[in-house]
């Protein structure tokens, strides 16, 4: 064999290699594809089913149309379409693929309009040489006359966005979406810059998942003809921490600022508005058996709306209880210029050697609650004068007064003073400083307003001796008298308080 035969033998081979690497790597696409999708399928707190419809494999290049359908409405669904890449590139990965959804003809022919042809979403994946998957999503900005309406006008800043899990099952996800606008006539809307954050470790069993979600938004507007809203530096937060069997689940939401104001009314104002939130002690097995039932339901669904049985809801449950769980208030809390209210809450649950679940004055005695409420006494008196107008119209007109506004005014505020004398004067309510406070207290079955049992605080504000209303210098409104209806503030169907922060 001559040198030139011998060295085209590894040269064939080389060529040989460098053609049948797209095909190999084609192979790898489709069959990494079809598990990724199977695997999403088949999580219980994913709500979609995703099919196949087809895939046309090639050399250097695939293509596939897959379908997402609601797993709880099958008959809503979405085709995507996929052109797929085998061609590596060394400093991305071994495959490239872009995703478009096809929508309907009527949603398609609306996007048209918006996008001017082009499409709305775009999701470009890579599959990293070290196994890991990296995804950008994008959608363009627009500023179009609105379709149904043309005299107004939409507008998108449009949205860019990415994704990645890593070979550890980390998950990293970050989109922006600089502003959403709607101008009109005698109406404008909006929001802006808004921001979500995604970071999870989704090693394992969803029970057994840890990380965090957050939201962001700068901005929240809406103007009508009479009323306005804005609100801004907007916030929240969801996030799952695992301590051995259990799990503790935590939400938070905050406004940092907002205004609210209708025609002929004073405007109204708030700031640092929060409610932070957390279920403790969340049984992993309870977790893991209650989304095991729901898969199960689903796939044995025949109608679109199954449900869990009454029984199954019952036996998980008792096995939620049985870990014990504790559901804590951390704050919930609201300021305003006539002053601001908090409060404070843990309930608890003693499952410990909890054989059976059903309703048992030995059930109730497991359980333990414990809170407060402050509020500003300002704040509080304005809230009770504001309730007490539709009161002081009704008797204006009924002692035949004229319903000005000075004399609703007048009469309404006299009938507020009076709620809240009642609410003290019962010790319901206590001053604290400049506020007025509650403490609650649910212990052995036995619930305490204040350290007082319940029953005789509201035995004696339901039952208050007649009294005229409060004189007024005004004749009309002094003509209005009447006993002051009583206003609970906690009853006996009101939710536990919290305990004191520390």
Known sequence: ?????????????????????????????????????????????????????????????????????LKAQPSVFLDVRHEISHLPQPRTGWAHVRSVPQWSSDMQALLDHYFSGRPALTVDSVFAFDGGRKIAFSSPAFDRPLQAAPGAKLSWGGMQGTLSVGTDEQLVASALAP??????????????????????????????????????????????????????????????????????????????????????????????????????QISKKALSKYLDAMRASEQAASTPHSALTTQTLVDLGAELLRGSPVIRLKKLGLETPSGAVSAQATVTFDGSNLAEMGLSPELLSRLRAKGNLEVAANLLRAQLQRAMRPQAEIVLGQQGAQNTEDNIRALSEKLGDAQLKNLTDSGILKSSGTNLRVEAELDAGQFLVNGQPAVRLFGAILTPPAQQAPRSAHPQVQAAGIPPRPLLLVGRGAPPMAEDAH
Do not use: I
């Open 1 to 69: 064999m001559s040198r030139l035969a011998l060295a085209a033998v590894p040269l064939g081979l080389v060529v040989a290699a460098a053609c049948a690497l797209p095909w190999y790597l084609g192979l790898r696409t489709e069959q990494a594809l079809r598990a990724e999708m199977g695997k999403l399928t088949s999580r219980a707190q994913f709500p979609l089913n995703v099919t196949f419809m087809r895939y046309d494999r090639g050399w250097l290049s695939s293509s596939a149309l897959t379908r997402l359908t």
């Open 179 to 280: 502003y959403l606008r709607l101008q009109g006539e005698d109406t404008q809307a909006g929001l802006k810059a808004l921001t979500v954050d995604v970071s999870w470790q989704m090693r394992g069993a969803a029970a057994d998942w840890q990380g965090e979600t957050k939201v962001a938004l700068g901005e929240l507007h809406f103007s009508g003809p009479r009323d306005q809203v804005a609100m801004h530096d907007l916030s929240g937060a969801a996030y799952q921490r695992s301590n051995g069997e259990s799990l503790l689940l935590g939400y938070a939401l905050r406004v940092a600022g907002g205004t609210s104001t209708k025609a002929g009314e004073p405007q109204n104002s708030f700031s640092n508005a929060v409610l932070d939130l957390e279920f403790d």
